[in-house]
């Protein structure tokens, strides 16, 4: 079992980072071979609406894109991991998710068939505030992107109240909330 791990925070060693970790520390102690993209480190250009992905189902942008949408179509398991910016994904992560807009292409355009047979996926997010609102937008993306790759959104880890850098580490169940959710997405 393959599981990607897709990192938006540009805060390595940051709260994202140390929740994704474990969620994929959670995943490989159940034999999954793990793989994490750090979307900040990456060179992914937002889209820009060329609209080539609508005839041929490829975006006409090359850069680090190019390598990661046979990954997203290839892992059993998708973690989506971010920090809330503005009641959002970060930048980062949402440039990777619309350049999806490809996949999407080829599915509901070119009516091609994507591999999604059991495929899964979860939400990992932390934010500073404790607002009642403070995921949903964020969920509703990630639920779309993972729709739109053929993965279900089975699982997700949402943390509120958090954050200086690798303040997690100071959370009471956090850590080992997300070495959990990485065990059960290997299981499931
Ligand atoms: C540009 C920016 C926007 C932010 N917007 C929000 C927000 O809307 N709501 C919130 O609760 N926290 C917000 N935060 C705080 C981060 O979510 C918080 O510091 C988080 O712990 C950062 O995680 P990281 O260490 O993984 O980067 C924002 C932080 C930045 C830098």
Redo the contacts with the bound molecule.
């Keep these: 079992m393959k599981v990607l791990g897709i990192m938006g ?3 390595i060693k ?4 140390l929740l994704l970790d474990e969620a994929l520390r959670g995943a490989q102690s159940q034999g999954a071979e793990v793989e994490k993209l750090v979307a900040d480190k990456l060179n992914i250009a937002p889209c820009r609406e060329y609209s080539r992905c609508l005839k041929d189902g490829n975006c006409a942008i090359r850069d680090d894109m190019d390598d990661i949408y046979p990954k997203l179509l290839d892992a059993d398991r998708v973690i989506v991991a971010s ?5 959002g994904l970060t930048s980062q992560v949402k440039a990777l998710i619309d350049r999806s807009q490809a996949i999407w292409a080829r599915k509901y355009v070119l009516k091609q068939n994507l591999p999604d047979s059991g495929r899964k996926g979860a939400f990992i997010a ?4 404790r ?1 009642e609102k ?1 995921f949903d937008g964020s969920i509703l993306t990630v639920k779309y992107f993972f729709k739109t790759i053929g993965v279900k959104y089975v699982d997700e880890l949402l943390i ?1 109240g ?7 580490k100071e959370h009471p169940t956090a850590l080992s909330d997300a070495l959990e959710l990485g065990r059960r997405l290997a299981q499931i």
């Design positions: 925070s540009p805060r940051g709260n994202t980072d920090p809330i910016f503005f009641y932390v934010g500073a505030t607002g403070l509120p958090v954050d200086k850098k690798g303040e997690i």
